[in-house]
């Protein structure tokens, strides 16, 4: 009967620190989500950076390089937001972030606006290597997508 406790008791212990560690690591840590969202952020402001010069002129327009811009958004654009929008990696959770709780608080208007940057991206994808003036226009799409997302999901700078 002894025996029987112990093995009863160390299974359990074993399944509880089981559980204990799937729960501690079921998740990142939101600064390390902070870290993954600040280079995606990053590669879609450089890739949209470089089509936005070429629109504005200030970049000699190239289709190629702007068609490789276009498909490098459109990939970040796409990206699955699970891994880097997590509850509880916005403002005041973590260091270094500019994302409100209003992310998670309204997850369908974050959606919504997310879907517009991914569908303006992928109007960007077609335009950015037809011409200068296709490549402007696709731009107004992006810089709207961004703008609905940021004035509603991100904090002011301090």
């Given at each position: 009967m002894r025996r029987f406790g112990f093995?009863?008791?160390t299974l359990v212990?074993?399944?509880?620190?089981?559980t204990a560690f799937a729960d501690s690591h079921a998740q990142p840590a939101p600064d390390?989500?902070?870290k993954g969202r600040r280079a995606l952020m990053g590669t879609i402001g450089y890739h949209t950076g470089i089509l936005g010069k070429m629109a504005k002129g200030d970049m000699p327009y190239d289709a190629a390089l702007a068609s490789a811009a276009a498909e490098n958004?459109?990939?970040?654009a796409t990206m699955n937001r699970l891994?880097?929008?997590i509850e509880g990696s916005g403002v005041g959770s973590a260091e270094g972030t500019r994302a409100k709780p209003d992310?998670?608080?309204d997850p369908v208007g974050f959606e919504t606006a997310a879907m517009g940057l991914e569908t303006a991206a992928a109007a960007m994808v077609i335009a950015a290597g037809t011409d200068l003036d296709a490549l402007r226009g696709a731009m107004q799409g992006?810089?709207?997508a961004c703008s609905t997302?940021?004035?509603?999901y991100r904090a002011p700078a301090n």
């Open positions: 093995t009863t008791l212990t074993i399944a509880l620190a089981a390390d989500t902070v958004l459109s990939t970040a891994t880097i929008w992310i998670w608080s992006v810089g709207t997302c940021h004035k509603a």
